[in-house]
């Protein structure tokens, strides 16, 4: 089935927008299929169970959370054809930063529909992206499936979420771009200190600098000038704050 077959089966009702992404340099986008805590995110997820910060985001904006919902319940297919369209109208790198999943998750799983449909969503975000494209997952089979799609014609990388300590060197040794929230830390200055002693003998691992630079209150640094969540063989820790 073709993509613009699709979209001919798809009423005119409410369609998902492209959202911003305050992390980013201006005018990024972010590209999101569910809100946070949903059936979208995975039961391992340890922050599901912990309290995830992206859950406590919407409670505080609840129109986010309500969006998110909108998204999962109109599916993969309605949801990607509503960002395709949108993404079409824009010029190859004309968007500094794209970033999947700024809320929730995306599903586990995808019919073959849906895959190729994806599969064009990844392409219309690497074609936009000019500084790249940021797309993490909480599971390692999640980001084996979205890997796989990406691969078929992009060159966009997928991160798994790691929410150990252990499971990010796992990741890191094993070749898999990762990233992890480090909490460990009574103040923010503290996470932000013992993360970068983390790194310090991690091979090409970084601590987040838009998060040092948070924290530190000096020139703030934004995804787009720094593009390490693009690359595969760059780790992130992001300090809590
Ligand atoms: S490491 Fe760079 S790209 Fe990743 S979140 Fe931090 S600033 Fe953005």
Known sequence: M???????TIPKTWRAKLGTFSKALDGSIGINFSESGSVNCDDSCLMKAKGCYAVHTERM???????????????????????????????????????????GSVP??????????FTELLKQAERVGAGGVHFPVETEAKRALYQALASESTDIVVRVSAQTKGAFKAAVYSHTAASVVWTKG?????????????????PRAIVCPA?????????????????????????VVYPQH
């Open 2 to 8: 073709s993509i613009s077959t699709i979209t001919g």
């Open 61 to 103: 904006k609840p129109s986010i959370h309500t969006s998110g919902e909108r998204k999962r319940a109109q599916g993969v297919i309605r949801t990607a054809m509503a960002y395709i369209k949108q993404l079409a109208r824009l010029n190859d790198n004309s968007v500094p930063w794209v970033r999947f999943s700024v809320f």
């Open 108 to 117: 586990a799983s995808l019919t073959r529909t849906e895959a190729a449909v």
């Open 186 to 202: 009574e103040t923010k200055r503290e996470r932000l200190a013992l993360a970068r002693a983390f790194v310090s003998d991690i």
């Open 211 to 235: 998060v040092a630079a948070t924290i530190e209150k000096t020139a703030s640094v934004k995804c787009g000038e720094c593009t390490a969540c693009s690359k595969s063989d760059i780790h």
